[in-house]
Structure formats: C-alpha cells, structure tokens
C-alpha cells in the first residue's frame, strides 16, 4: 500500500504539472480490510511499530485527499488469484473462491446453509438459539447497539427482545459479527419484528465499535459491501484521535456552552446512555467482575459535549457526534448493604456518526484509563 501510495502521489503530482488537477481522491482498491484499519485509524500505530513509518506515509496522503483506499474482497480480484498462498489443508483454491462468492450473496445473514460446505481455512461461524436460551452480555449489547442506530434514524422507538441467531468472521484486527434478532415496537402494541444488523469490533488500546447495517429483515438483506456508500463523511478533528481526559474540576460540566449535564428524567428517557456506560463496563480490561451483572450497575452522572455550541444545551442529545463523561457505580450484590459504598467508576465514550455511510461508531478505552475506579467518597 506503501508503494502504491508513493506511485499515485507522483502520478498526482505529474497530472497537475500538465495542468489536470484531480478534484476527488484516487482511490486505491484493496483486499487486505486490516491494512485499510490500520492506515486510517490514528490509534492503531501504537500496536503495529514494524510498519509505523509505512503507516504514517499512508495516513498522511489519505488525510491530505491524495488517496482513499475501498476494500474490494479477493473473490472479486481474479487477477490476483496466483498471489494467494494454497490452502494446506487439501483444499483447492476453487472451493474457496466458490464459498465466499456464495457467503457474498447471502449478505452475512442467512448463511446456516453454507456452513457445512465451508472450507477449514475460512474464518466464518454460525450460531443459533432457542427464544429461552442465555445470551453473552456481549451479543445482547451489540444487538441493542444496532436498535439504536436504527431508532436514531428512523426516530422509532424499537426495543430489543431476544437473539435467534448470530454469524461472525473474525481477523487479526477486528470481528465481524451478523445479528438477526426479534425486536418490539411498543408504539404498535409491542408487535414483534425480525430486526438484523451488522456490528464490527475492534480491539486495540482504544475499543471501537462500528454498526453500519441495522433494520428489519426485508430492509437490512442484500450485500453490505456493494450496498454502502463509500465516500465517507469528513469527521471534525474534535472528535479524532485520543478520546479526552476526564476535567480535574466537575465543575466544568455546569458550563452550558460545552456541556450538557443530565437530569434523572432524561436518564430515563433516554436508555441509549446506559447502552453506552455497559459497553464500556463490559469492555474495559481493568476493574471489572469475573461475572458482572449489568443489571448492577447505577448511572451517578452523565455529561454531553460537543464542540459547538448550542442553545439549549440539551439540545446536545440530538448531535451526531458527541463525547459522553459516564461517572457510575456497580454494585457486586443486588441487596445493597447500607454500609457498603462501591466506588465510582468513569467511562468516556465517543459517538461519530457519518452520514453518507450510515456508520455508528463508539470509541472508549479498552485498554487501561478511561474506565476505572475513582474515589468512593463521592455521591
């Protein structure tokens, strides 16, 4: 990608000297979604230093628009095909291609038909559920997670109920994980939909999730890849690069021209905000329960920002992008003994969401600093 890169910019660089100025990027057709993460997300050098210079020259012509790099899956590189290392396990080439060409039709979803002609070396696996089964915190936070982006805009009302099933592909950088659910709408006499979406995780020293696919059955089915648009929406440098620090002083929250403290009514108007603080709890390294209950857990305070202001401040619950301050409690035991006081805990979480791909993104600390315990003799 390095050299491509390097390629580009002088072919850029000879086209304007003859006086043709490009006005979009170049875009750069890749097959490898790892690079891709790695040469666009600013967080990711810091696990990579073999190629940190490489990746640097990468990310510094994406962000000048020299180039933009598109993930075009192998099974539509048919001239690359003798690049690729033979599978070792005695499968040939043909029954690969052949799987993925039939995984790309199938949209991710409904795919239990494909399992049993799965070649060994591809990564894909396939779960199902009775409506009494138990559910890993994980799979039932991401499913809400694709409730939300939907309720956000379709300005619904959507309520998660149970997981029939769920698919995932995983990589050395991220998961890809395929959801199909049961949703109720309370707004229609809590009658019940077949609700899917589409959750990728990933897991460096800052956590990122992305739901770019998320509705009804009949709305999400299709191929993602072929379906979204792939000219992303400029995201403002406030919301790029390490997630803030929590202020010194609290008292900074009551500044209305970047903040917006909560009240305890639209706590509970707004259940997306205990989404994002179990998320957060649950994917945080340091401090947390063998087996936590979610359920346990207690918002203290809540505090919106944005980078522009707006009046009212509450207004700031409707913006797209925003930071989260999340201070809250967990209580290792449902009875709550009086004389025990659980100390604070505080989560950040960064929300983008670009209009033009329809992706959702959180962003929180996975790794160390932003979720941790804090002095108990708060409130």
Avoid at 200 to 219: N, Q, Y
Avoid at 304 to 309: A, Q, S, V, W
């Amino acid at each position: 990608m390095r050299k491509l890169t390097t390629k580009l910019t002088w072919l850029k660089a000879l086209l304007e000297e003859l006086g043709i100025k490009p006005s979009t990027p170049i875009p750069m057709h890749y097959d490898n979604e790892a690079a891709i993460h790695i040469a666009t997300n600013s967080v990711f050098h810091e696990r990579t230093k073999h190629i940190e210079l490489d990746c640097h020259k990468v990310r510094e012509k994406i962000e000048e628009g020299v180039t933009l790099p598109y993930h075009t899956p192998s099974v539509d590189q048919l001239a690359d095909i003798f690049t690729k290392a033979v599978c070792q396990c005695g499968n040939n080439v043909n029954e690969e291609y052949e799987f993925w060409v039939r995984l790309g039709e199938a949209g991710g979803f409904d795919i239990e038909h494909l399992i049993d002609t799965k070649p060994p070396s591809c990564l894909v696996g396939c779960r199902k559920f009775d409506k009494n089964d138990d559910y890993t915190a994980d799979i039932v936070l991401f499913a809400r997670m694709g409730i939300h982006r939907y309720n956000m805009i379709q300005g619904t009302n959507l309520q998660f109920s149970y997981i029939e099933k769920y698919n995932y592909r995983p990589s050395r950088v991220y998961t890809a994980y395929y959801l199909t659910l049961v949703a109720k709408d309370p707004d229609a006499g809590n009658s019940l939909l077949t609700f899917q979406t589409r959750v990728v995780d990933e897991d460096f020293d800052i956590k990122k999730l992305s739901c770019s696919i998320a509705g009804p059955k009949t709305e999400a089915q299709g191929n993602p890849l072929r379906r979204q648009n792939l000219d992303p929406e400029p995201v403002d440098d406030f919301y790029k690069g390490r997630l803030p620090e929590w202020p010194l002083s609290e008292n900074a929250f009551y500044d209305k021209k970047r903040f917006h403290l909560l009240k305890k009514s639209e706590l509970r108007k707004y259940d997306w905000i205990r989404l994002y603080m179990e998320l957060a709890f649950l994917f945080s390294n340091l401090w947390r329960p063998k087996n936590p209950k979610l359920s346990n857990l207690v918002i203290v305070m809540v505090a919106i920002e944005t980078k522009d202001n707006v009046e009212p401040s509450s207004e700031r619950l409707k913006a797209k992008n925003a930071n989260f301050y999340i201070k809250y409690k967990y209580y290792p035991s449902k009875a709550r003994p009086p004389k025990v006081r659980p100390a604070h805990r505080i989560a950040i979480v960064r929300r983008t969401f670009n209009k033009n791909t329809g992706h959702l993104t959180l962003q929180f600390d996975g790794q160390y600093a932003k979720t941790f315990l804090k002095n108990g003799s708060g409130p």
